[in-house]
């Protein structure tokens, strides 16, 4: 989960003076069904956030999940009738400072409210989207495959679907999955021995799914939405994650596995772009010198 900052709640005379029937919030690559990535945006995370943690008194019997829209507007400071216009996507340009308003009411931290910020400035596409595999923009450089083949720690190369393009055989004997040709999000969902070897396999699926709607603007046709399209079709976890409209950001981190081999080792991981790339990236697996993880990872080098 992200931290929830605060946001300064506006003045009345900052913001405008804000709901439409019920419907599958984010449902589909395009985010929703003909009413913009911005509304589809809005009723999801407004359905995430329930009556009590917005300061609400909850009495009698509540048919939704999450806040109600007028309730939305209430504590945003704008009208109803104004938030019922950006729910039905009628009103695709609202103000900084009614963003600002919409961001403190769902609970939004900083990384989602600018995600909020690019479906009003950008609607139709976003940066960072993937090329397809194969094309001239997904190719592995030969210089970065020398260096992959050199590397003493576990490498691959990825694109920004989590399509594996290239990887050393130290990656391979860590991960049988780790060839290229396999989607790292795709065997995270469906593949079961992805589950055993590791153990925190659905908080990396999230932020995978995380990632790539990042990427994915309604309208693409590009890899991530193919790849996002293919998912919805057989994983209902990633549905459920999908409809969330959870975003994040590529960083680094640690990946735990449980190893056939040489049982836990826990390794930082690094994504590191490549110039001249678009839309690739080096991702590198290592061990502090000298720790057990990296003792078990000269074992599997052999």
Same mark, same amino acid.
Request: proline share 7%; with cysteine.
């Given at each position: ?24 919030a ?30 609400? $008194? ?11 829209r ?8 704008i ?30 931290d ?28 997904a190719?592995?450089?030969?210089g ?27 990656a ?13 999000l ?24 995380g ?17 996002? $399209?293919?998912l ?68 599997? $080098?052999?």
């Amino acid at each position: 989960m992200h931290d929830l900052l605060a946001h300064p709640e506006p003045s009345r005379d900052q913001v405008l003076t804000g709901p439409p029937q019920h419907a599958r919030a984010g449902h589909g690559v395009a985010g929703g069904r003909g009413h913009g990535p911005l509304a589809a945006y809005l009723r999801a995370r407004r359905g995430l956030v329930s009556p009590e943690d917005a300061g609400l $008194a909850v009495t009698g019997t509540r048919r939704v999940a999450g806040l109600r829209r007028e309730e939305v507007a209430m504590l945003a400071g704008i009208s109803a009738d104004y938030y019922l216009r950006l729910e039905r996507g009628r009103d695709r340009n609202p103000s900084a400072q009614v963003l600002e308003a919409l961001g403190r009411v769902l609970r939004l931290d900083d990384e989602h409210l600018a995600h909020m910020r690019d479906l009003v400035a950008q609607p139709s596409r976003r940066p960072g989207a993937a090329a397809e595999p194969g094309s001239e923009a997904a190719a592995v450089p030969a210089g970065v495959l020398r260096l992959l083949e050199g590397m003493v720690q576990p490498a691959f190369v990825e694109d920004t679907a989590f399509d594996v393009l290239a990887a050393n055989a130290l990656a391979q004997r860590l991960s049988p999955r780790l060839v290229p040709g396999r989607n790292q999000l795709r065997d995270l969902l469906t593949e079961a021995d992805d589950w055993a070897l590791l153990p925190d396999h659905d908080a990396m699926a999230q932020c995978l799914v995380g990632n790539l709607r990042r990427i994915t603007a309604p309208g693409d046709d590009g890899r991530p939405a193919q790849l996002a $399209a293919e998912l919805e079709e057989v994983s209902d976890r990633f549905r459920e994650l999908w409809d969330r409209h959870d975003v994040q950001g590529q960083s680094g981190g640690t990946v735990r596995f449980l190893h056939p081999e040489v049982g836990p080792l826990v390794l930082d991981r690094e994504r590191l772009a490549v110039e001249g790339a678009a839309g690739i990236r080096l991702v590198v697996l290592h061990a502090m010198p000298g720790s057990d993880a990296a003792a078990k990872l000269a074992r599997l $080098a052999g």
